[in-house]
T-cell receptor, first 112, second 111 residues
């Protein structure tokens, strides 16, 4: 079954404690991307990757890092989380030259 | 940078009627315009998209129109059904890389 898997689904943590949200896809897609969703603000792109070792900033990259060492994985790293990063996060993947097509189920992060 | 405005923020229509959601974008270089549907507590789903070399695209009860000159694009849902109730997002992108979303429209289908 084609899917994008995010882990964890829920996380409550404290300010400054580094965390990583993993994202994995099994469709051999070139394009992967991360979004955050906040009430009233819709979806905002954080980072995207066109292929292995190719990443670029989206609309709201501050405070986040990503890496793309393998085609299937695209982890989102918060080196020093702050309360304003409390949000619902989605990872997505797409075939080449396409769009965010397959989304994961989301990760709800609470930074206290 | 690109900015996408979406209207209305909330829309209520009678079951069986049509619904129209409108978006405008600012960057004339944008050439790809997808629409997403998100049901409560679920992930967004791509429902239809249009590229800048096409003025209209239809898929069963859903259609999207694009006016490049005015930088407007719209989602049209005909013969609305209860399962159409959701939040709909438009987006604009240059070649599908960096993508900017509208803030969403909550569509209510009234019985």
């Amino acid at each position: 079954e084609a899917q994008v898997t995010q882990n964890p689904r829920y996380l409550i943590t404290v300010t400054g404690k580094k965390l990583t949200v993993t994202c994995s896809q099994n469709m051999n897609h070139e394009y992967m991307s991360w979004y955050r969703q906040d009430p009233g603000l819709g979806l905002r792109q954080i980072y995207y990757s066109m292929n292995v070792e190719v990443t670029d900033k989206g609309d709201v990259p501050e405070g986040y890092k990503v890496s793309r060492k393998e085609k299937r994985n695209f982890p989102l790293i918060l080196e020093s989380p702050s309360p304003n990063q409390t949000s619902l996060y989605f990872c997505a993947s797409s075939p080449r030259g396409s769009r965010p097509q397959h989304f994961g189920d989301g990760t709800r992060l609470s930074i206290l | 940078g690109e900015n996408v405005e979406q209207h209305p923020s909330t829309l209520s229509v009678q079951e069986g009627d049509s619904a129209v959601i409108k978006c405008t974008y600012s960057d004339s270089a944008s050439n790809y315009f997808p629409w997403y549907k998100q049901e409560l507590g679920k992930r967004p789903q791509l429902i239809i998209d249009i590229r800048s070399n096409v003025g209209e695209k239809k898929d069963q009860r859903i259609a999207v129109t694009l006016n490049k000159t005015a930088k407007h694009f719209s989602l049209h849902i005909t013969e609305t059904q209860p399962e159409d109730s959701a939040v709909y997002f438009c987006a604009a992108s240059i070649s599908g890389d960096k993508i900017i979303f509208g803030k969403g429209t909550r569509l209510h289908i009234l019985p």
